[in-house]
């Protein structure tokens, strides 16, 4: 069951007067997958189309909106690089270095498996008309996304494990250091 129009408009209102139009756009671009005009994304953050243009560039220099252009008018979509370092910043607030690690050798043993099963070293690479396997084919398709994912997971994973035990950063001080130690003797 639709919600009906009057519900929908009050929703809308209060999503309007408890957001200024930078929040409002903000949290279009996020749902905004496709390049899209600004004077488009303006309509859904309801704001003026130069107020969107102004925040959108603002979000594409931060990294959260990426920008193009096409003929007379700019086009912006979501970064997702940008919602991925969101993620990895949550999982590492939410998990402990022993936590990510366990869930990390979890994935790996899901992946190893499913390499077993496709005799792949990938999902790019896995074929559902050469497994070795007896599941019908919707599951082995299904197999193969979920692949996809395990690898996603383990990447994010892995970098919120460096986050953590590099103090918030994902090249470990000592590195940065020594690498810059280096340099400066190079150029002496």
Same mark, same amino acid.
Do not use: K
């Given at each position: 069951m639709e919600p009906s129009d009057d519900v929908? +408009?009050?929703?809308? $209102? #209060?999503?309007? +007067? &408890? %957001?200024? !139009?930078?929040?409002?756009?903000? &949290? !279009?671009?996020?749902?905004? #997958? &496709?390049f899209t005009?600004?004077? $488009?994304i303006a309509e859904v953050a309801r704001c003026a189309p130069n107020t969107a243009k102004k925040h959108l560039k603002r979000l594409n220099q931060m990294g959260i909106a990426e920008c193009r252009s096409s003929h007379w008018s700019l086009m912006f979509r979501r970064d997702d690089a940008y919602l991925e370092w969101r993620e990895v910043n949550q999982i590492a607030d939410d998990h402990s270095v022993q936590e990510i690690a366990e869930r990390v050798r979890e994935l790996e043993e899901k992946e190893t498996e499913l390499k077993e099963e496709f005799g792949a070293e990938g999902p790019d690479t896995a074929s559902i008309? #050469? #497994? %070795?396997? $007896?599941r019908p084919t919707h599951e082995l398709m299904q197999a193969i996304g979920t692949w996809n994912g395990i690898q996603r997971d383990i990447r994010l994973y892995e970098a919120a494990r460096q986050l953590q035990q590099n103090d918030g950063r994902l090249i470990s001080p000592f590195v940065e250091t020594h690498t810059n130690d280096? +340099?400066?003797?190079e150029s002496k």
């Open positions: 929908v +408009t009050q929703i809308r $209102d #209060s999503w309007e +007067t &408890e %957001n200024d !139009a930078f929040g409002r756009v903000y &949290e !279009a671009i996020l749902g905004i #997958s &496709e005009r600004h004077s $488009d008309y #050469s #497994s %070795n396997s $007896d280096q +340099t400066s003797s």
